[in-house]
């Protein structure tokens, strides 16, 4: 069963590993990915360019089995807001999948990991949960 996916991502100094390695994890594991940002074109700390799909203000979790949010620099400005703190409360409300790579455990249907060499394992965590939960 292909699930969609937001993946929301600081238009700048998002951590390059955190969104291209669980985006390629989950894509190879047959998910649909969305990219989501404030602007149309992020540049990671590295140099990474990633074209958005959907801005952050638009995004509808209606549309999506789960959120993940991706860490960085630029990641405490994106987050710090309403229309985050709303995407997370929806998320929680609707029994979304709701993850955030940077710190590390499991609640439920809330995932986190502990930074870029964990983002193997946090893309798959993501996908066992989709596949084991009735979303």
Do not use: H, W
Not at 92 to 105: G, R
Request: charged share 30%; with cysteine.
């Amino acid at each position: 069963m292909k699930t969609n996916i937001a993946i929301i991502l600081a238009s700048k100094d998002f951590r390059d590993e955190e969104y291209f390695i669980t985006k390629e994890v989950l894509e190879k594991q047959e998910n649909k990915i969305k990219s989501v940002s404030n602007e149309k074109k992020a540049i990671g700390r590295f140099g990474g360019e990633v074209f958005t799909d959907i801005l952050i203000e638009e995004l509808d979790i209606d549309n999506f089995d789960a959120v993940v949010f991706v860490g960085g620099s630029g990641a405490i400005e994106l987050l710090d807001n309403d229309i985050s703190y709303s995407i997370c409360q929806k998320c929680v409300e609707k029994n979304k999948i709701l993850a955030a790579i940077c710190i590390s455990p499991v609640d439920g249907n809330i995932i986190t990991a502990n930074g870029p060499d964990a983002s193997e394992e946090f893309a798959l965590s993501i996908d066992k949960i989709l596949k084991t939960s009735n979303i």
